[in-house]
């Protein structure tokens, strides 16, 4: 976006519509009446996407969750079932090995340091992308429409609806139209769970939190999670090397916000009857939020 673009719509627009200034004026959406985007374009070109309603209680059984860390090199694969599973950025390195079925990237960093991640993934026609409008216009400026040949999912921050003002989480119940959705947590008004993500996902400094909310949604019913460590941040990632890290701010964030947000998702659900088995035995997320085992011994066992 010009800087003339940008400096209008900070003239014209509130500051808590600040969120949509790299998005306006070439960005136009379209919502359904159930409130998740449905159409996006982008400079009067349509790009193709599906609407979250294609996806509300469409699955059943298991899936693999993979996060990045470290601990995914000690996995033996050959052990594992042959069940559907969803990347978070990095974690595409293990398409050989596991079958991914659906992705989410909401980083914009990673987008813009991971381009050759970002276009493997955005060319595997099997793979479903859950992203922003952000993360979808990066796509498009970077790539061009002609090499999306997944399946783009608009996903949006319930505190940063795109071309809405900006509301935070403790105050979204406060609204003319508070999602139905959206439990909060009893201990903390800024933590919330959306059980129906079409009217947003509520965040938690980590994107496993936005994956549990969608794979709740869909109605998996069994997640296994690998390289949920949460305890090794000077390490580099399970597909980095030292010279190759990425720094991250996940540790700034553990105790006050991943941990807490964590555990009320568990609660909400064990209550869905939905299980989370935790395959990083050392993580730092404790047995009392996902019940941690070896994912090596846990599989060959089954």
């Not at 000077?234 to 700034?252: A, S, V």
């Not at 006050?256 to 009857?273: G, Q, V």
């Amino acid at each position: 976006m010009s800087s003339f673009y940008k400096q209008l719509y900070r003239y014209s627009h509130p500051r808590s519509f600040r969120h949509n200034e790299t998005l306006w004026p070439f960005v136009k959406i379209r919502r359904a009446v159930t409130g998740e985007i449905i159409s996006v374009s982008y400079k009067q070109q349509q790009i193709p996407v599906t609407g979250l309603s294609e996806f509300a209680a469409r699955y059943q059984g298991e899936i693999l969750l993979s996060a990045t860390g470290p601990s995914v090199n000690s996995l033996n694969f050959d052990l594992f079932p042959p069940i559907p599973a969803m990347g978070v950025n990095g974690a595409y390195h293990l398409n050989k090995k596991v079958q991914f079925r659906f992705y989410i990237i909401v980083d914009m960093g990673f987008f813009n340091d991971r381009p050759q991640i970002v276009q493997h993934i955005i060319a595997d026609p099997a793979l479903k992308l859950f992203t922003t409008v952000h993360g979808i216009i990066n796509i498009v400026n970077n790539f061009g429409r002609e090499q999306i040949k997944c399946t783009l999912i608009p996903i949006e921050d319930i505190s940063y609806r795109i071309f809405e003002p900006f509301v935070p989480i403790k105050d979204i119940r406060q609204t003319l139209r508070p999602p139905p959705g959206l439990l909060y947590s009893q201990e903390r008004e800024d933590i919330a769970f959306n059980s129906d993500i079409r009217q947003g996902i509520a965040d938690a400094a980590t994107v496993i939190y936005w994956a549990l909310q969608i794979l709740s949604f869909c109605g998996f019913k069994k997640i296994y999670i690998i390289g949920l460590d949460m305890n090794n941040f000077n390490q580099p990632r399970f597909y980095e090397d030292n010279q190759d890290k990425l720094p991250t701010l996940l540790d700034t964030f553990l105790e006050k916000t991943i941990l807490p947000s964590l555990k009320h998702a568990s609660e909400i659900l064990r209550k869905n009857e939905v299980k989370v088995i935790n395959l990083s035995p050392q993580s730092a997320i404790p047995d009392s939020i996902f019940k941690k085992e070896n994912g090596n011994d846990f599989f060959s066992r089954q």
